[in-house]
């Protein structure tokens, strides 16, 4: 496995998360990381990423000033603080890692199995 994400669960509108993916070496060595969401009955949807060069990052507009992506080197864990959660948050996040800062699922090599993130109105 190389990705694993962990930490999504119930919480109320208004709530934070903090979700975690677990990289081996190699997924860790890419360029890039980020998250990706899919909500019920919708299609895959990115939500931020990050080049660890240059500190670059790219949120979507639906997440930007609440959500934070960052790393730990020593852990090879990538992370994801949400805050202000609403109920269109509500999806299953899945972790990724490439080449190339990219809103398009198919530029990224590695991808977790994806935890399920549920907010409640």
């Known amino acids: 496995v190389q990705l694993q994400a962990s930490g999504g669960g119930l919480v109320q509108a208004g709530g934070s998360l903090r979700l975690s993916c677990a990289a081996s070496?190699?997924?860790?060595?890419?360029?890039?990381m980020g998250w990706f969401r899919q909500a019920p009955g919708k299609e895959r949807e990115f939500v931020v990423a990050i080049r660890w060069s240059t500190g670059t990052t790219n949120y979507a507009d639906s997440v930007k000033g609440r959500f934070t992506i960052s790393r730990e080197k020593s852990k090879k864990t990538l992370y994801l603080q949400m805050n202000s959660l609403n109920a269109e948050d509500t999806a299953v996040y899945y972790c990724a890692a490439g080449q190339f800062v990219s809103s398009e699922s198919n530029r990224y090599i590695f991808w977790g199995q994806g935890t399920e993130v549920t907010v409640s109105s």
């Open positions: 070496a190699r997924a860790f060595s890419t360029a890039v």
